[in-house]
């Protein structure tokens, strides 16, 4: 009976967070159009002068726009959060007979929708401009795996942000350099190609193996250890932050 208390629970706040989206969907629109633009820059612009060691730039850059897409949502997980602890919307769902824990895993989940639906649209625009798979349906759906745990781990991230900050600022600054990480990997530019203390960076950080193991995926290849260092990364991240951000939403209640 917990249980299905729980994820009903869950199911309501999920609701909630979501129609807050609808109603203001111009949160999603910028969480998309930067990305966008960086891939229409890099692709149109930039494209002609990187040497990837691929004929099309377009497949070869889109791992790293989706993740990118990810990161810059992150920070509206963590301003809804703050604001709905000022606004003392906890204490008023803490007066009724619901599961704690689920105010933040609607939150967390709404996270993981919104992201989607930007992914999504990425990987429309990407369509247009030229990207190509020959990825069947097991690669695609442990694409959409990797993903989905990358959103997860960022979002428990912007949790423990969110319950910690002092001001809006604050709460989503957090996720500023999340952004960079990409740009300081394999996402736009092949490793080999960087100086020696930036290649050991990006080759020993958690986007890079994330991307190649992507990028392996879409075009089916095979993904070596990447695929269980990006697991690695992501489930490791998701596990601490989850567990974090519950000390310290415990802390908050209490």
């Avoid at 229409?40 to 497949?59: C, D, K, M, P, S």
């Avoid at 993903?147 to 781990?153: D, Q, S």
Wanted: glycine share 6%; proline share 4%; aromatic share 12%.
């Amino acid at each position: 009976m917990g249980k299905k208390h729980f994820f009903h629970d869950v199911s309501v706040m999920l609701g909630r967070s979501m129609r807050h989206i609808v109603r203001s969907m111009d949160t999603i629109i910028t969480v998309t159009i930067m990305p966008i633009a960086f891939m229409l820059l890099f692709v149109y612009v930039f494209g002609g002068a990187i040497q990837t060691g691929t004929g099309n730039y377009v497949n070869y850059l889109l791992p790293g726009i989706m993740l990118i897409a990810i990161a810059s949502g992150i920070a509206y997980t963590s301003y809804r959060l703050f604001m709905d602890m000022q606004r003392g919307i906890f204490e008023r769902f803490h007066s009724m007979p619901i599961a704690r824990s689920a105010v933040l895993w609607g939150h967390v989940l709404t996270s993981l929708v919104s992201k989607a639906i930007s992914v999504i649209i990425i990987i429309l625009v990407a369509f247009m401009i030229g990207f190509r798979s020959s990825a069947g349906v097991l690669s695609w759906l442990a694409v959409v795996g990797i993903l989905a745990l990358f959103t997860l781990a960022l979002s428990w991230l912007a949790v423990i942000a969110g319950l910690s900050a002092k001001s809006v600022d604050g709460a989503s600054a957090f996720s500023y350099p999340l952004l960079f990480l990409p740009f300081i990997s394999s996402a736009f530019v092949p490793t080999e190609s960087m100086r020696p203390a930036v290649r050991a960076f990006a080759e020993n950080q958690p986007v890079t193996s994330i991307v190649e193991a992507i990028r392996a995926l879409l075009a089916e290849k095979p993904v070596g250890n990447d695929i269980w260092i990006a697991l690695a990364w992501c489930l490791s991240i998701l596990i601490i932050a989850y567990i974090s951000a519950m000390r310290v939403y415990k802390r908050k209640i209490a």
